[in-house]
């Protein structure tokens, strides 16, 4: 059997594919030329992650076609209703890059309260010439130890962030409507592990006692933070959103960084992406990346090898 990935997939999910028979194309043919080029090589697995569109197209017209593979969480390019009426498989893999976006968030953290986002920009231009003048600049920087992290939305992600939260020696608070209760366990190297319980507590509540703020939800028709939020949120605050662009509000946070309320923010992802608006990508208050919470090579071994896995077990 045939699997085209057109966006790519990582060495391990390849090789374990091809220990278990199936032909593994990672070719990157083109939106308008991928029906024909599925039927001219009768593939049977069509993998991608978020740059390829399975529309209604795609799906009538490729009767070998037997099973769509998500490499990644969302799955907004795939017609996944349709494709299911229609008798195909459709998979993802929501767990493999949960512990790669904690990471980054808390790139974004550590980075945001020593000032790392602008002694980055600055030492380059400065930094032979007014040393002392940016020492002095950055000198006012805290610890997230003995910190408060609150987190909006306890799935996946929101969990992975409390793990390094907890392992930094923050409080952890939530707040998820569909999660009440909630179980951490933190493991170690040495195969120790301490298990942790959280109850949600109100959204008002976690946005008064949090000093730092993450946002793990999935997309949403409205914002999870806006200007009535950033209100009630201590002096000082930093904001990572390293979910989907448009659960904050950009204009908001801009208003609420210039009055000094929020301290810092974190962005990989906008909601003007992918084409940031030129207000937020030159915020000297705002620590950016485009988009990379899944992009480390351990997540992309992780997300090839559940699907390889999947794969196998729904096809052979
Ligand atoms: N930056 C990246 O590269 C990257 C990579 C992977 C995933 N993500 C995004 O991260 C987000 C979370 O992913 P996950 O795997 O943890 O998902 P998940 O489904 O495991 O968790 C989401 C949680 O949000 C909660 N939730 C839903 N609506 C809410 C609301 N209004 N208020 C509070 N909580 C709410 C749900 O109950 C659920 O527990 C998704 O938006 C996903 O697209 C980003």
């Known amino acids: 059997m045939k699997v085209l990935a057109n966006d790519g997939i990582s060495e391990t999910g390849v090789?374990?594919?091809?220990?278990?028979?199936?032909?593994?194309?990672?070719?990157?043919v083109a939106?308008?030329?991928?029906?024909?080029?599925?039927?001219?090589?009768?593939?049977?697995?069509?993998?991608?992650?978020?740059?390829?569109?399975?529309?209604?197209?795609?799906?009538d017209n490729c009767p070998t076609l037997k099973l769509i593979g998500r490499g990644g969480v969302g799955m907004d390019n795939i017609q996944v209703?349709?494709?299911?009426?229609?008798?195909?498989?459709?998979?993802?893999t929501p767990a493999a890059s949960s512990e790669s976006v904690a990471e980054l968030v808390f790139a974004h953290l550590l980075g945001g309260v020593r000032f790392l986002y602008d002694a980055n920009r600055n030492m380059p231009l400065e930094?032979?010439?007014?040393?002392?003048?940016?020492?002095?600049?950055?000198?006012?920087?805290?610890e997230l130890r003995?910190?408060?992290?609150?987190?909006?939305?306890?799935?996946?992600?929101?969990?992975?962030?409390?793990?390094?939260?907890?392992?930094?020696?923050m409080k952890v608070i939530y707040f998820d409507p569909y999660i009440e209760k909630g179980n951490v366990q933190v493991d170690f190297f040495d195969g120790q592990s301490v298990s942790f319980n959280f109850e949600s507590m109100g959204k008002s509540e976690l946005l008064q006692q949090a000093?730092?703020?993450?946002?793990?939800?999935?997309?949403?028709?409205?914002?999870?933070?806006?200007?009535?939020?950033?209100?009630?949120?201590k002096d000082g605050v930093g904001i990572v959103n390293a979910a989907r662009g448009g659960v904050i509000d950009e204009v908001a946070l801009l208003e609420y960084i210039e009055k000094g309320k929020v301290s810092f923010a974190g962005l990989d992802v906008f909601e003007s992406e992918p084409k940031p608006e030129i207000q937020i990508l030159m915020h000297p208050k705002i620590s950016l990346t485009p988009h990379i919470g899944a992009a480390t090579g351990e997540a992309q071994?992780?997300?090839?090898?559940?699907?390889?896995?999947?794969?196998?077990?729904?096809?052979k």
């Open 15 to 28: 090789s374990e594919l091809e220990a278990a028979g199936f032909e593994v194309n990672t070719t990157r």
């Open 31 to 59: 939106q308008e030329q991928l029906i024909n080029f599925i039927n001219e090589q009768g593939i049977t697995v069509l993998l991608v992650r978020s740059a390829t569109q399975v529309g209604k197209d795609v799906i």
């Open 81 to 92: 209703a349709y494709a299911r009426e229609k008798g195909l498989h459709v998979i993802n």
């Open 127 to 142: 930094g032979d010439s007014k040393f002392k003048q940016l020492k002095k600049s950055y000198a006012k920087g805290s």
């Open 146 to 169: 003995g910190k408060t992290l609150g987190i909006i939305g306890f799935g996946r992600i929101g969990r992975a962030t409390a793990k390094i939260a907890l392992g930094l020696g």
């Open 211 to 233: 000093d730092f703020i993450t946002v793990h939800v999935p997309a949403q028709k409205e914002y999870i933070i806006g200007s009535k939020e950033f209100d009630s949120m």
């Open 301 to 315: 071994d992780r997300i090839g090898s559940e699907l390889a896995t999947q794969i196998i077990s729904l096809l």
